[in-house]
């Protein structure tokens, strides 16, 4: 009983000593410690928000493990302003989020079994959302809340970018489709004797009538559209079902007024005012602290 006790404690320092190994120091911001551990949580994390073909293609990467390094070491400077503030994280914020993750998943369990196959666990991602909410009220204060943007800097936008802010052309369509030639033949020959009108006043449920800039169609109707003139049809193929598709009007490109495009570009330049002074808080945050990545 004493050799097996002894051994036990053995393999347990064993694997300290190994866990110590593994876990290596990545960088150090001020008096806190990013590890090899966190930094791989954090992919782990964040893999449940990309898709896995994305995730695959960049986990092995070095550049991206750098990248999400780099992003580590802002979060820890944001998050040290947060904590200097005293913002405070609402617990019925955090398990509303927890809730949210949970009803995608058939159950309580399932969420937590899913997480644990990942290598996390739920305090874990409860400490995220905290240091998520911390994150997002940090930038709101030093960041966004003193964005603005002037009906002037819209007005200007607009002006210089004029060709930018263009609506494509625009088809009216008709489209009837079916999958049995007999019912195709049988539409065909009204066609040819009353014309595509005629067919629709005969069986108008069999027809949709469409309105799409030209970047909406679908791939193969886009192309067929471009086979055909206003007031004439095509017959086509796809998707193993016979369409006849009738090009009754073509609304030309135009371009779109400062009064339609206005709400679009203020989401511009506001992601471009953001995106500057983001960076140049965070740039200040740098200089402040003492940082050695490993």
Do not use: C
Request: aromatic letters at 8%; zero cysteines; hydrophobic letters at 40%.
């Amino acid at each position: 009983m004493r050799k097996l006790l002894i051994i036990t404690v053995l393999s347990a320092i064993t694997f300290a000593v190994s866990g110590e190994e593994i876990t290596k120091i990545a960088a150090k911001v001020n008096n806190e410690v990013i590890t090899s551990k966190d930094l791989d949580n954090h992919i782990r994390a964040l893999s449940r928000r990309l898709s896995q073909d994305k995730m695959d293609a960049k986990l092995d990467s070095e550049e991206f493990r750098a990248e999400i390094l780099q992003r580590l070491i802002e979060d820890k400077l944001i998050l040290d302003v947060a904590r200097q503030d005293k913002i405070e994280v609402p617990p019925t914020w955090v398990e509303s989020k927890v809730n949210q993750m949970i009803l995608t998943y058939p159950s309580r369990e399932a969420f937590e079994f899913s997480l644990i196959t990942e290598g996390l666990n739920l305090p874990y991602m409860r400490e995220k959302l905290k240091e998520q909410y911390l994150l997002q009220e940090a930038i709101d204060r030093y960041v966004k809340r003193e964005l603005r943007v002037s009906p002037q800097e819209i007005s200007r936008y607009h002006k210089e970018h004029k060709d930018e802010f263009t609506f494509p052309p625009k088809y009216s369509l008709w489209i009837a489709k079916l999958t049995d030639d007999k019912d195709f033949n049988k539409l065909m020959n009204v066609v040819k004797r009353d014309g595509i009108q005629g067919a629709k006043e005969t069986w108008p449920d069999l027809f949709m009538d469409l309105e799409l800039y030209q970047n909406q169609l679908r791939k193969e109707l886009a192309e067929a559209v471009l086979e055909i003139k206003e007031g004439k049809y095509i017959v086509k193929d796809i998707d193993e079902t016979i369409h006849l598709i009738y090009l009754d009007k073509i609304t030309p490109p135009r371009s779109v007024s400062l009064r339609e495009a206005k709400e679009e570009i203020k989401v511009i330049l506001e992601s471009e005012k953001f995106k500057k002074r983001y960076s140049e808080w965070v740039e200040k945050l740098r200089e402040a602290a003492i940082i050695k990545v490993y």
